[in-house]
């Protein structure tokens, strides 16, 4: 390419795409035309049509042929339920911690500094991505990183869910002193407060969803 820059890989046009569309750069239910998104990433369509299938079996991406293709609308049962099972697992991952007597303060420290950061700056984009780094050390310090790593492809539709909560409101404050009231229940062996914020935190239930649903009638799946 001109000036020397190198051309984005395949993984690279799809992670972009990917990325535009859980941080709502691509709002749910927005055209996506495979010739705007190459010019924009200086690539051939070929790439960016791989990206679109791939997303599509990910249901981030509805392809209609003959209409077009579109973001994905939120899918809240979708949501709800992926946020449940791991809900489920990470309470147990917890306990094993708790028994465990883990030290895990050192290493998600990092990640509570780069939420705070990103809550001073009102970075939903930045919060979300640290929000996932923390507990995955959680999953990681308790010997059980595959099951992050199962569990995580699907967990990315709740990305899109929890950015539009916390557009335009306190709520990654909130979630920041609720990562550090786990790590603190967590050192202290208090399992019930601990099992009570994270009933809190994870919203399984999703209490927003109604505001939201009024909010942004358009982004949802209609029931």
């Known amino acids: 390419m001109a000036g020397g820059k190198a051309r984005m890989t395949k993984q690279q046009v799809y992670e972009t795409i990917r990325d535009h569309i859980l941080f709502l ?10 010739v705007k998104i190459a010019e924009e990433l200086h690539v051939s369509r070929t790439p960016v049509r791989e990206a679109l299938l791939i ?37 147990d991952i917890l306990q094993i911690l708790m028994e465990k007597k883990a030290n895990v303060r050192p290493k998600a ?14 970075n939903q984009r930045e919060y979300v991505k640290n929000d996932h780094l923390f507990h995955q050390v959680l999953f990681e310090e ?3 990183g595959m099951e992050w790593d199962i569990i995580h492809p699907n967990y990315q539709h709740t990305i899109r869910y929890h950015m ?10 909130t979630s920041l002193a609720e990562h550090r009231l786990i790590l603190d229940y967590l050192e202290q062996s208090d399992y019930e407060q601990l099992k009570g914020i994270v009933d809190i935190h994870h919203d399984y239930k999703l209490r927003t969803s109604t505001h939201l649903i ?9 029931p």
């Not at 750069?25 to 495979?34: I, M, Q």
């Not at 009024?214 to 209609?222: I, S």
Request: glycine share 4%; charged share 30%; net charge negative.
């Open 164 to 173: 539009l909560d916390f557009l335009n409101s306190d709520l990654i404050g």
């Open 109 to 122: 420290e990092r990640y509570l500094y780069l939420q705070s950061l990103a809550v001073e700056e009102n």
């Open 25 to 34: 750069d691509y709002r749910p239910g927005e055209t996506l035309s495979d």
């Open 142 to 144: 308790a010997g059980h």
């Open 214 to 222: 009024e909010k942004y009638p358009d982004y949802f799946v209609r």
């Open 55 to 91: 997303l599509q079996r990910e249901k981030l991406v509805d392809i209609y042929p003959q209409s077009g293709t579109f973001v994905a609308l939120l899918d809240l049962d979708l949501i709800r339920e992926t946020i449940y099972i791991r809900h489920i697992l990470e309470l």
